[in-house]
């Protein structure tokens, strides 16, 4: 069976990158641990007068590259590993986007649907009150992941200003627009997706707009990248999923409306002139690109066999297993690893940093246009070095960003 252990994939994916480096075993060691974890305790005074206690994570990765970066992740079934996972990921993204950035997770053990707006502020600013010191715009910066969002990290950026006295916009990203957020952050890293999608058809002469897509998870990655699937890139999206089962039409599917449906009813289930499919069904349907949107180690060594896409674009982190790496390569499927594919988001965090430095703002053309750039050259990057050395994309994306993460120690004189 399958190991599903997130940090222990993170490490199985670090050693294969390291044998095809021939890495030093002590660069090789230091790169397989967090620099620094925080484990915080979280009193909380509840709505019904109650004290209930949470349990808080910062993890920060490797910071050779620069301050640390990487979301707060509020779920119920967060580990210490998942958020270890979430670090070390975060360490090979920015690296790959060549941002002046190293890699950080961070998370709560909660269940936020049944917390309340008040409940849920008192423990965004608990978190922080109890992490503040080893936070900045120069030391480490969080941002939204799942199940938090531009108001969390509004009520986060508020405390630590309290707690600084010093109103510095970049200390987190992902606020809202109204307090020094960057605009086209909401749907950024399933636009960047999208460019990588695009450049991936270009190289495999896939025309796109003859291209079916299935989107499995219609979250907030999810629902943005089934609408600029067909926006975009004028692709058919006939195949979209959540937690509660999936709908299936081949004759294209809308997606503002499925958006809409959502928010009345809660699911995509029972969309109107849809049939029904699950999630299972749904990963081998035999569509050209597929892509996973919400969830970790769904595409494992059961079913990678069966993935009919062409091109695999994995916008959420950790959907496929390594083991279902080896298999998809060797039937030829495309695959735009989670760390590319989902860039997008803290490209745009960095952009936002960047404007909050300079208290100036750019306007969304111009967002979009660099955060094209950014993602279009890390793509080729990564595809050359998958040509270069004859490996897979993911194995590819490890041996860029290693490499420029043990270029940083070396200048540093880490190593
Ligand atoms: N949580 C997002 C990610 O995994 C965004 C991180 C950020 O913007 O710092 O990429």
Known sequence: MTELNLFEITH??????????????????????????????LPIRMDDGSVKVFQGYRVQYNDAKGPTKGGIRFHPDKTIDSVRAQAAWMTWKCALLDL?????GGGVLCSPKEMSRNELERLSRKYIDQISEYLGPHKDI??????TDPQI???MMDEYFKISQDQQFGVIT???VAIGGSVGRADAAARGGMYAIREAAEVLGLDLSKTTVAVLGYGNAGHFAASLCSELLGCKVIA???????????EGLDAKAIQRHKSMTGSVIEFPRS?????????????DILIPAALENVITDVNAGKVKAKILAELANGPTTPEADDILYANGVHQIPDFLCNAGGVTVSYFEMVQNAYMYFWDKEMIHQRLDKKITTSYHAVYNASTRFNIDMRKAAYVVSVMRVVEAMKVRGWI
């Open 12 to 41: 199985k994916q670090l050693d294969e990158c390291a044998e095809i480096l021939q890495l030093d075993p002590g660069v090789h060691a230091m790169l397989r641990s967090p620099m620094r974890e925080i484990h915080v305790s």
């Open 275 to 287: 049939q029904a499919i699950s999630n299972e069904d749904l990963i081998e349907l035999d569509v």
């Open 100 to 104: 002046p950035l190293g890699g950080a």
């Open 174 to 176: 992902g606020k809202p």
């Open 240 to 250: 979209v999923s959540d937690s509660r089962g999936g709908i299936l039409n081949r």
């Open 153 to 155: 990290m509004a009520w």
């Open 142 to 147: 969080p941002a939204p992941d799942v199940y």
